[in-house]
């Protein structure tokens, strides 16, 4: 980001005094949109506009079996795509190293732990008490589950990337609705069980244990929440921290800058938790508000 | 976990190496470089960075591939970017090859303190060693490095790196649902196992430096 030295002094001196370039205070964000159902062959999707951020989040749910490790429990796996509207070098291989890094973040906050080195990546194990309740996904005990297959995708990009996604992820969970699975027949132990799933009835996927995603962005001695992208080429470092409505950390990550000190990061969490109360119920409200809106057309 | 084995200079090949044994995590880092850089037809007046994690073939309990770990390997590439000096090796770069031989639980803090090790043995310049602690959440207990298998049921993770002499932290990321008094005790055994760890670093490369005199 090309900016000239009096604009780098004017942000950082802004955010000093509490006003930034555009007016918001430093614990401000900007208005939040959000529209559910965006995607109609999807079981559940949402976009969502940050000021200049927009992203889309679907989530597709597809049969499969559970993993040996932990047979009473469904499998989510995040992605996310940087496409090249955003920024031009997010073409081809550019934008992989942020998609990576955006999608371990929101798997650390949605999903809790990771599984043991040498397994694969992509699919997780849950922890429980994280955000999504992934015994809500079993179907028959190590037989059938559902696979849930959360995808994002960077349309527009001015900052403040991951909090835009997991907020999209949390309305398209939302917004998902998963066919309800009948299964017919008793089966012996090593074979499939057949199953119906059902056309007609759906059941809402339960998300109040959902956390929200706050960066914090350290600028000078300060923070700021919600970040546009000038002002994240001003950064010495950001804190990613996912709070749930109970108030407890569900993840947190240093981004890449320069070291903190610990009573920083335990301010920061403080302060993050503070913001969280806000955010989420904006988010709620908004995402209500979309979904009736989508229910009346 | 114990900490068995901790040297300097186990690669002759390559400027700078480590190998270090926690418990049953067996890890060798080598570091090449600064050396031209072949990608970069770019000045730069920065060095460049480039780290890469793999384990091999008989690493987990389970027979798994060796595969290049990308999540360890980019985790790793933050946690060190953030304290080597950049603008000493302009133009050139640094890669920090990393190799689990045996994972026995809290690969990546090993990895990190066993990096940071390497570097200081190549001569690259840094502000301070770093050292990776990781504690696991079981309940309302907290372990410190923990094993495999209490890795398999934790309910959380907190994994700090820090620069103990500076008293900074680099990288922290946790996992799974923390109140805000675990977060500052998880924190405080973080940072004194992390003062106690850059001691024995120290040592280390001391030892290494007075038998390379005589």
């Known amino acids: 980001m090309g900016l000239s030295l009096g604009e780098q002094h004017f942000i950082k001196g802004g955010i000093a005094q509490d006003l930034r370039t555009d007016g918001r205070k430093r614990l401000t964000y900007r208005p939040i949109y959000v529209e559910t159902g965006v995607i109609p062959q999807a079981n559940g999707s949402a976009r969502v506009r940050i000021g200049g951020t927009d992203v889309i ?21 995040v992605f996310i795509d940087c496409s090249p509207t955003a920024e031009p070098t997010f073409g081809g291989r550019g934008g992989e190293e942020l998609s990576s890094e955006l999608a371990l973040a929101l798997q650390r906050c949605l999903l809790g732990g990771k599984s043991g080195a040498g397994l694969q990546s992509s699919i997780h194990v849950l922890v429980p008490g994280a955000g999504i309740n992934l015994s809500s996904l079993l179907i028959k005990e190590g037989k059938v589950c559902w696979d849930l297959y959360i995808d994002g995708l960077v349309i527009s990009s001015d900052g403040n990337l991951l909090d835009a996604l997991g907020a999209a992820i949390k309305a398209a969970l939302t917004n998902t609705a998963i066919p309800k699975v009948n299964v017919s027949a008793e089966v012996a132990d090593d074979e499939q069980p057949e199953i119906d799933i059902s056309d007609e009835e759906y059941l809402q996927f339960d998300t109040s244990s959902v956390p929200v995603i706050v960066t914090l962005t350290k600028v000078g001695t300060h923070y700021i929440v919600d970040a546009t992208a000038e002002e994240e080429s001003q950064m010495s470092s950001a804190v990613s921290i996912s709070v749930n409505r109970t108030g407890h950390i569900c993840g947190l990550t240093k981004r890449s800058g320069s070291g903190l000190d610990p009573s920083v990061i335990l301010d920061m969490i403080s302060v993050a938790k503070h913001v969280t109360e806000t955010l989420m119920s904006k988010l709620d409200s908004e995402i209500s508000a979309a979904e009736a809106c989508e229910d009346e057309s | 976990m114990l900490l068995s084995v ?52 008989f690493a987990s309990p389970t027979l798994g591939q060796g595969t290049d770990h990308k999540e360890y390997s980019s985790m790793l590439h933050k946690a060190l970017e953030g304290v080597i000096m950049m603008e000493t090796f302009p133009k050139t770069t640094v890669d920090v090859f990393a190799l689990v031989l045996e994972s026995g639980g809290s690969d990546l803090s090993v990895l990190i303190s066993c990096a940071s090790l390497a570097l200081a043995d190549a001569g690259i310049m840094m502000y301070d060693l770093i050292t990776a602690v990781s504690v696991s959440c079981i309940g309302k207990s907290l372990m410190i490095d923990p094993v495999t298998e209490e890795e398999g049921c934790e309910d959380g993770s907190f994994m700090m790196t820090c620069m103990p002499s500076r008293y900074e932290i680099t990288q922290l990321t946790i996992t799974g649902e923390w109140t805000t008094p675990n977060i500052n005790e998880a924190m405080q055994l973080c940072l004194d196992a992390s003062s106690k760890l850059g001691e024995i670093m120290r040592d280390c490369l001391k030892q290494s430096a007075s038998a390379s005199d005589e």
């Open chain 2, 6 to 57: 901790l040297q300097t200079g186990a690669v002759s090949s390559a400027s700078g190496s480590a190998y270090a044994e926690f418990g049953n995590t067996k890890v060798i880092v080598s570091v090449f470089g600064p050396r031209e850089s072949k990608k970069a037809m770019v000045y730069s007046d920065v060095g460049r960075l480039n780290c890469n994690v793999s384990y091999t073939n």
């Open chain 1, 57 to 77: 989040a679907s989530v597709k749910a597809e049969i499969g079996r559970p993993s040996s490790l932990q047979p009473d429990k469904g499998k989510v796996a």
